[in-house]
């Protein structure tokens, strides 16, 4: 399965906020066998969120979107995805009751911050999702997820995506393994063993230098047998750390 990630978000892009969701989603994906093919991140423009969208849903297996998903002003990936499916947005009764009773257990918990800072929650902002989209209601926050087509929406903040990444984990299960060594031999000394093995065997060999001592090799394909007898091949000419 090929999988995009597209992340949304001006603080992103301006350094404000690191962009761990990317790193995770992809870390996730690739540990379940799909193969992430694009890592974008792009700015709150409903225009262009709708223009990627649209294009990437028709080129690769799966998109995933995280961030600007709420009822702030700059929140507009919701209208972007509706926009790129020609949808409406609406709001599920399911949803909006969900919205309320997590403003409730707010308004509940912290009554002082509420009353001194006059908090007014538009729940149907909140709840509004593309018509038609399966609904993923959110246990550690407000915004709800929800996955159109092959499109898959999530809330920006970390531990919102992790927990509604986890109710659709099992549907990125696909076909990659992969299998990591480690050496010590420089990266410019294995060039042509990497080279070789390469043409030798279906696999893609990723070598990742560290100032640490130990070189990180990871090979990938899609046939287990494949991978392990291109691992095999170059145990035989590389120096490999036995861990």
Same mark, same amino acid.
Request: net charge negative; aromatic share 6%.
């Given at each position: 399965? +090929?999988?995009?990630?597209?992340? =949304? %978000?001006?603080?992103?892009?301006? %350094?404000?906020?690191?962009?761990?969701?990317?790193?995770?989603?992809?870390?996730?994906?690739?540990?379940? *066998?799909?193969?992430?093919?694009?890592?974008?991140?792009?700015?709150? $423009?409903? +225009?262009?969120?709708?223009?990627?969208? #649209? +294009?990437?849903?028709?080129?690769?297996?799966?998109?995933? /979107?995280?961030?600007?998903?709420?009822?702030?002003?700059?929140d507009v990936t919701a209208d972007a995805i509706a926009d790129a499916f020609d949808r409406d947005l =609406?709001? $599920?009764?399911?949803?909006?009751?969900?919205?309320?009773?997590? /403003?409730? #257990?707010?308004?509940?918990?912290?009554?002082?911050?509420?009353?001194?800072?006059?908090?007014?929650?538009?729940?149907?902002?909140?709840?509004?999702?593309? $018509?038609?989209?399966?609904?993923?209601?959110?246990?550690?926050? @407000?915004?709800?997820?929800?996955?159109?087509?092959?499109?898959?929406?999530?809330?920006?903040?970390?531990?919102? @995506?992790?927990? @509604?990444? *986890?109710?659709?984990?099992?549907?990125?299960?696909?076909?990659? /393994?992969?299998?990591?060594?480690?050496?010590?031999?420089?990266?410019?000394?294995?060039?042509?063993?990497?080279? *070789?093995?390469?043409?030798?065997?279906?696999?893609?060999? *990723?070598?990742?230098?560290?100032?640490?001592?130990?070189?990180? @090799?990871?090979?990938?394909?899609?046939?287990? $047998?494949?991978?392990?007898?291109?691992?095999?091949?170059?145990?035989?000419?590389? +120096?490999?750390?036995?861990?």
């Amino acid at each position: 399965m +090929e999988v995009a990630i597209l992340t =949304v %978000g001006d603080e992103v892009l301006a %350094g404000d906020i690191t962009n761990t969701n990317a790193s995770w989603l992809a870390s996730r994906l690739t540990d379940s *066998g799909s193969t992430v093919v694009r890592i974008l991140t792009i700015p709150d $423009e409903r +225009e262009l969120i709708a223009e990627t969208v #649209a +294009e990437w849903a028709g080129t690769f297996d799966a998109v995933i /979107v995280t961030g600007g998903l709420g009822g702030t002003h700059d929140d507009v990936t919701a209208d972007a995805i509706a926009d790129a499916f020609d949808r409406d947005l =609406v709001v $599920e009764d399911a949803v909006r009751e969900d919205v309320l009773e997590t /403003v409730a #257990a707010y308004r509940d918990a912290n009554p002082e911050t509420v009353a001194e800072h006059d908090l007014e929650i538009d729940v149907d902002a909140w709840a509004a999702l593309p $018509e038609g989209g399966r609904v993923f209601l959110n246990p550690e926050g @407000l915004c709800p997820g929800c996955v159109l087509e092959n499109v898959y929406a999530f809330p920006g903040v970390p531990a919102e @995506l992790r927990a @509604l990444f *986890g109710q659709v984990a099992e549907e990125f299960d696909g076909d990659t /393994v992969s299998t990591t060594l480690y050496t010590p031999q420089p990266e410019g000394s294995m060039v042509d063993e990497l080279a *070789g093995a390469r043409e030798r065997f279906d696999v893609t060999i *990723g070598s990742y230098p560290t100032t640490e001592g130990r070189n990180r @090799l990871k090979v990938t394909g899609t046939d287990t $047998e494949t991978v392990a007898d291109g691992v095999a091949w170059l145990r035989e000419r590389v +120096e490999i750390d036995e861990e």
